[in-house]
């Protein structure tokens, strides 16, 4: 059985929506007038929130995966497909780029499990891996700022998706780090405390997306420095990348806000 929002009456106190909950038949599911469930609805609206949480954990848990087991690490890469699948979810919508998306994501995901299970093909996975992630987090990072040049109001989820997209242009320029560093590895010039840890998969991917969170922010700890002229290419062109974001995004976003409240003072001038 659905109900629709337009076929409840209006509930104005907590208790009056327990109430209302508690005479709903078993099995009803509640509909908006668009024939969307509510609880879709609120995810929905809450998409880069729940991103945001995906990513955050995945940064946590990729350094400490290096001191693992074996059988653990397969938790690791099975985090690692949660975020790319919720990057998947969340910032595609249009069928078109779900389809392109997943013509990305599925070579990633498949040479992230290569490189795990065979050990003859880790070096030719990891390549084909940081290629793909490289072109599909790009791909993300693009669809994030064409949507919120096109919003019309601000909301929290906008701003959080603004950040989303921040860090995943980190992730895509780390994973352009780390291929030149397969292909070219005196590309960087790394001190003894890292560079020894780089023969590791997990590390590496961390180190390189540590360097390039850095390189966006204009930090730079020189721990990790491009020496190779391609590595410096990419560099500076993440540095003008990451201010130019900074600057354009944070520009949008406050415009948006301040064409809010004046449609509010002035509801006659639309």
């Known amino acids: ?57 995945a940064a946590v848990m990729e350094p400490l995966v290096a001191d693992w087991s074996e059988h653990t690490r397969i938790i690791a890469a099975v985090t690692v497909s949660i975020v790319n699948l919720s990057v998947l979810l969340v910032v595609f919508g249009q069928r078109w780029q779900r389809w392109l998306a997943v013509f990305l994501l599925a070579p990633a995901l498949a040479s992230n499990i290569v490189h795990e299970a065979l050990s003859n093909w880790t070096e030719i996975a990891a390549i084909v891996y940081h290629c793909f992630a490289f072109v599909f987090l790009g791909f993300a990072v693009a669809v994030i700022l064409k949507r919120i040049f096109h919003q019309e109001t601000i909301r929290t989820d906008t701003v959080i998706g603004a950040l989303c997209g921040y860090l995943l242009a980190a992730g895509t320029w780390g994973n352009a780090y780390a291929l030149i560093h397969l292909l070219r590895p005196d590309s960087f010039w790394v001190t003894d405390g890292i560079a020894e840890r780089l023969g590791d998969w997990y590390l590496r991917r961390f180190f390189f997306g540590y360097f390039s969170v850095t390189t966006l922010t204009s930090l730079g700890y020189g721990d990790i420095t491009p020496i190779g002229t391609l590595a410096l290419s990419l560099s500076w062109l993440e540095v003008v990348f990451g201010q130019f974001y900074i600057a354009v995004v944070v520009a949008q976003l406050v415009g948006l806000r301040l064409a809010e409240l004046l449609r509010r003072e002035r509801p006659d001038s639309e």
């Open 1 to 57: 059985m659905v109900l629709r929002n337009r076929d409840i009456p209006l509930v104005t106190s907590l208790s009056g929506f327990r109430a209302l909950n508690l005479a709903l038949p078993p099995g009803c599911i509640i509909k908006d007038a668009q024939g969307e469930p509510c609880a879709m609805r609120g995810v929905r609206e809450r998409k880069y929130l729940l991103l945001l949480a995906a990513l955050l954990v």
